[in-house]
């Protein structure tokens, strides 16, 4: 099913429509497509990032934090985090705890906070979410603990996990 659109006008600086043409040119998109993902991040994620104060940190200062931590804080840390905000954003969200909302905002949370390439595959009652990172070991541990964390408290369930040094694939049950 095609999603409806509606046609709307407005201005924009031209400085803006330089900088959106060349990027529409170097993602080989139209100006529409670049203009309907900008706009829809807006809507699905950085309106309610922005409520629950997330804040960005670049890749580098994020692999800084964790080569300055050892494996027990990084886990503590990990699961600090991934068992508050995570359940409470998606009941805000999506008013709802599933399979689906907590798939939903990990795909959401990965594309948006850079924490690696993050693809989710769901069949016969189990959902899997894969992530490839640059983050070396201490990336994978810090991963596992925070994917486990909101899995944990938002779900109940057990998890299934596999980690490398630069990628951690969790399995849980629908």
């Not at 099913?1 to 006008?9: E, G, V």
């Not at 104060?53 to 886990?75: A, H, P, R």
Request: proline letters at 1%; charged letters at 30%.
């Amino acid at each position: 099913m095609a999603k409806k659109t509606s046609t709307i006008t407005f201005r924009i600086d031209q400085e803006f429509e330089k900088g959106l043409r060349k990027e529409a040119e170097e993602k080989r998109v139209s100006l529409n497509t670049l203009a309907n993902q900008i706009l829809g991040d807006h809507v699905d994620l950085g309106q309610f990032m922005k409520k629950f104060g997330i804040i960005e940190m670049s890749k580098g200062s994020f692999k800084e934090l964790l080569n300055v931590l050892d494996e027990k804080n990084i886990i503590n840390f990990a699961k600090t985090i991934g068992s508050k905000e995570p359940k409470d954003f998606i009941l805000f969200k999506w008013k709802k705890l599933s399979s689906e909302s907590v798939s939903g905002f990990i795909k959401m949370y990965f594309e948006h906070c850079g924490y690696g390439m993050c693809d989710i595959l769901t069949e016969e009652g189990e959902n899997t979410v894969s992530v490839h990172h640059d983050f070396g070991k201490k990336g994978s541990i810090f991963l596992k603990s925070f994917l486990e964390a909101i899995i944990q408290s938002t779900l109940e369930r057990e998890c299934k996990i596999t980690i490398s040094e630069n990628s951690v694939s969790l399995t849980f049950s629908n």
